[in-house]
């Protein structure tokens, strides 16, 4: 693991039986029902500030909401989820990081053997995460941050996805970029989230999401302008009658010097 601020790479203290990642540049982030904690929601900004708002306030019943919206629509949860995992990569004992892994809906889904880590923003959706990893018996490193930033070193991970929050992200380039950055090179990576169809028609009309989805600057928009050029097999799928998209490309095996950030290796 490393610092998302300055790269620096982390170890873990305990003082006062409370454990923490420190940098030897003094840097200092807790551990907290072990998730460490490297952001501060109320230092948040722009988007990212608004959705970690939503998910703090559904994330207790999130994975209720998710069950309602499969059942009114017709949709079978397990041919949702994998119309876009079907992309992912995964060998026994690979290394399998979700960005914005939420409540870890998707983990039910993988193959077991491999280890999984898990990012999100919100501590709610990741508290809710714990309790399904206890009631499913599986088992994942899960930290609270920031998709834009990211707490591991360059090439860390066989497999880095993510599903269903960079539509609304500060920084789509740059959460790219870290997904890219961290996932070992040859491997291929997945984005999937929502189109405009499925937000216009079903979040900016239900209650509780209404207000977080109306009276957009922008129309969501699949981010395949966003994928570097050196990207390989670039791939851009429409599911679910237009309503979902899943954009995968494969990270050269050869290095790939202008990727990697400033920060240095953790
Ligand atoms: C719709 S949920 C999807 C959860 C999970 N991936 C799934 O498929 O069930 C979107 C998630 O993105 C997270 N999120 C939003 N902005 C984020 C950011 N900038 N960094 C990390 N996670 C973020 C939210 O907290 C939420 O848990």
């Known amino acids: 693991?490393?610092?998302?601020?300055?790269?620096?790479?982390?170890?873990?203290?305990?003082?006062?039986?409370?454990?923490?990642?420190?940098?030897?540049?003094?840097?200092?982030?807790?551990?907290?029902?072990?998730?460490?904690?490297?952001?501060?929601?109320?230092?948040?900004?722009?988007?990212?500030?608004?959705?970690?708002?939503?998910?703090?306030?559904?994330?207790?019943?999130?994975?209720?909401?998710?069950?309602?919206?499969?059942?009114?629509?017709?949709?079978?949860?397990?041919?949702?989820?994998?119309?876009?995992?079907?992309?992912?990569?995964?060998?026994?004992?690979?290394?399998?990081?979700?960005?914005?892994?939420?409540?870890?809906?998707?983990?039910?889904?993988?193959?077991?053997?491999?280890?999984?880590?898990?990012?999100?923003?919100?501590?709610?959706?990741?508290?809710?995460?714990?309790?399904?990893?206890?009631?499913?018996?599986?088992?994942?490193?899960?930290?609270?941050?920031?998709?834009?930033?990211?707490p591991f070193a360059n090439d860390s991970f066989d497999v880095v996805f993510h599903v269903g929050g960079i539509n609304f992200f500060n920084d789509r380039a740059k959460a790219i970029r870290e997904m890219i950055r961290v996932a070992k090179p040859g491997s291929r990576i997945l984005i999937a989230d929502e189109t405009e169809k499925h937000v216009k028609s079903t979040y900016e009309r239900i209650p509780i999401t209404s207000g977080y989805f109306k009276n957009r600057q922008e129309a969501v928009t699949a981010p395949i302008d966003l994928v570097p050029p050196e990207m390989q097999e670039t791939h851009l799928e429409m599911l679910r009658d237009g309503r979902f998209y899943a954009l995968t490309f494969r990270k050269p095996s050869s290095a790939m010097p202008n990727l990697t950030n400033s920060h240095t290796l953790g």
């Open 1 to 150: 693991m490393r610092s998302p601020y300055t790269g620096d790479s982390l170890h873990v203290v305990s003082e006062d039986g409370h454990e923490a990642l420190v940098s030897q540049a003094g840097e200092r982030f807790p551990v907290r029902n072990g998730i460490p904690v490297f952001l501060d929601p109320e230092k948040l900004t722009g988007s990212n500030r608004k959705y970690n708002r939503l998910y703090e306030s559904i994330g207790g019943f999130y994975d209720d909401i998710q069950r309602v919206a499969c059942a009114f629509r017709g949709i079978n949860p397990d041919q949702y989820l994998l119309s876009y995992l079907r992309f992912l990569e995964i060998n026994p004992g690979d290394s399998v990081l979700e960005t914005s892994v939420g409540t870890g809906l998707n983990y039910k889904y993988l193959p077991r053997g491999a280890r999984l880590f898990g990012l999100d923003l919100s501590a709610e959706m990741l508290t809710n995460c714990q309790a399904n990893l206890r009631r499913w018996e599986m088992d994942a490193d899960l930290f609270l941050g920031n998709a834009e930033d990211l």
